[in-house]
């Protein structure tokens, strides 16, 4: 892989924006809501998984109702957004973004936070500039990014020479690191997010602690 074209898709939640302590505090209201006992934050990672109703079998020892998931997700997204002004992004990140756009390379950002709040959220931390596109998740809530992935990349394709083999996904989840194989990019996962060390590790793929680890690592693949 040339280094000069080297294409980054950074993800958001966990990696870019530090709101892991936002996504506990969320998580345990609406727990909360529906009478479960709180979580702490390394049962959390250890227990994560997407699709999200899976993650919260795995908490229940059961699936939950498409009631149940409802009334989940309303109060989580709920919990969450009163928190998330107060998060701030992940150390550094600002610079090494700017380092990689002044270095004539190409980035952009997938989420599957809802665009309609992402696009938005994105521009108030003033960091929108940075990347080629902004895509969060458009369908239903809870999903995996595989498919979200594909798509994301064949619009980027359609805007400049962007391709797969070329590409490192950034991200703090093992689903970031299924998404990047779905696709043929390689991945770097980061600790500082959503899943344990020992998950990250078990996808196959390096595994950093810092965000400037992870861009050192990218480029070196």
């Known amino acids: 892989m040339g280094k000069q074209n080297t294409h980054l898709v950074w993800d958001w ?12 505090g969320a998580t345990n209201a609406a727990f909360a809501d529906i009478g479960l006992e709180p979580i702490t934050l390394d049962r959390y990672r250890e227990l994560y998984c997407v699709p999200i109703p899976r ?7 059961r699936l939950p109702s498409d009631e149940e998931w409802a009334v989940m997700d309303g109060a989580f ?5 009163q928190r998330r002004a107060a ?3 992940t150390e550094g990140v600002e610079e090494l973004l700017a380092q990689w756009r002044l270095a004539g390379r190409s980035q952009s950002l997938l989420s599957m936070y809802g665009h309609e709040e992402l696009v938005p959220t994105v521009r108030g931390y003033g960091i ?5 596109r902004v895509d969060g998740r458009t369908g239903p809530s809870g999903g ?9 990349l ?8 962007i391709s797969a083999e070329h590409t490192v996904v950034i991200g703090d989840a093992a689903d970031d690191a299924v998404a990047a194989a779905h696709v043929g990019a390689r991945a770097v996962l980061y600790t500082g997010g959503t899943n344990s060390r020992a998950g990250l590790e078990a996808m196959g793929v390096p595994v950093v602690d810092t965000l400037a680890e992870a861009v050192a690592t990218a480029q070196s693949l």
């Open 13 to 24: 939640n966990g990696t870019i924006l530090d709101d892991i302590d936002a996504v506990i």
């Open 55 to 61: 993650f919260y079998e795995r908490l229940m020892g």
């Open 77 to 81: 997204h709920r919990h969450y957004t």
């Open 87 to 89: 998060c701030a992004l």
């Open 128 to 132: 929108e500039s940075h990347f080629l």
């Open 144 to 152: 995996s990014k595989a498919l979200h992935m594909e798509r994301h």
């Open 154 to 161: 064949t619009a980027l394709a359609s805007v400049g020479a």
